[in-house]
């Protein structure tokens, strides 16, 4: 069974960092790209970052981009987010999903199968 | 950035009865459109990618339509367990990957 357990959220006060960590299993974890998708309480779903089966691609959205780092380590099959400089409008349930495709494809179209069950990160002094 | 829209935002439905949801895009996308199902406090599950292809082990009674800028949700008949909030994403062109802002179906 594929199963994607996200860590690592709680309360942080603005200005401060975080790193989440979604641990993979059930599936051959360096042969996926992976996502980080988010939502904010009672609201709808935010893309975040991707990354490459191999680490070599990685893509961010504007309102994360230079704050947010995506990364892999294949041989923990683990995916990561690093959140620094933190806002209050980044609280939100942050998801890890997986993507059919490797991301070394010459056209990458990616959608997200399965998700994680999320973990949610509070911004707030 | 395509801009995605679903509607309506709520949808009130009797058990049974066919919904029907869409969600347009602000170019077009072909066919590059899935659709994911979100029960309260549950992660998102995906329903429908390539606009029209079920995922494994969904329901014949989901059905996805559409092409360029205009797609179509469609529960047959809808089952107590389908009333949920759906969304739908385009990976036509990224980053960023985006998605429409939900269409909640609920019991009537």
């Known amino acids: 069974e594929v199963q994607l357990v996200e860590s690592g959220g709680g309360l942080v006060q603005p200005g401060g960092s975080l790193r989440l960590s979604c641990s993979a299993s059930g599936f051959i974890f360096s042969m996926h790209a992976m996502h980080w998708v988010r939502q904010a309480p009672g609201k709808g779903l935010e893309y975040v970052s991707t990354i490459s089966s191999n680490g070599g691609s990685t893509y961010s959205a504007d309102s994360v981009k230079g704050r947010f780092i995506i990364s892999r380590d294949n041989s923990k099959n683990t995916l990561y987010l690093q959140m620094s400089s933190l806002r209050t409008e980044d609280t939100a349930i942050y998801y890890c999903?997986?993507?059919?495709?490797?991301?070394?494809?010459?056209?990458?179209?990616?959608?997200?199968?399965?998700w994680g069950q999320g973990t949610l990160v509070t911004v707030s002094s | 950035e395509i801009v995605m829209t679903q509607s309506p935002a709520t949808l009130s439905v009797s058990p049974g009865e066919r919904a029907t949801l869409s969600c347009g895009a602000s170019?077009?996308?072909?066919?590059?459109l899935a659709w994911y199902q979100q029960k309260p406090g549950q992660a998102p599950r995906l329903l429908i990618y390539?606009?029209?292809t079920r995922a494994t082990g969904i329901p014949a009674r989901f059905s996805g339509s559409g092409s360029g800028t205009e797609f179509t949700l469609t529960i047959s008949s809808l089952q107590s367990e389908d009333f949920a909030i759906y969304y739908c994403?385009?990976?036509?062109?990224?980053?960023?990957?985006?998605f429409g802002g939900g269409t909640k179906v609920e019991i009537k």
């Open positions: 390539g606009a029209s």
């Open positions: 170019q077009s996308i072909s066919n590059n």
């Open positions: 994403q385009q990976y036509h062109q990224w980053p960023p990957l985006t």
């Open positions: 999903v997986r993507d059919w495709a490797t991301g070394l494809e010459l056209v990458w179209l990616p959608w997200f199968d399965p």
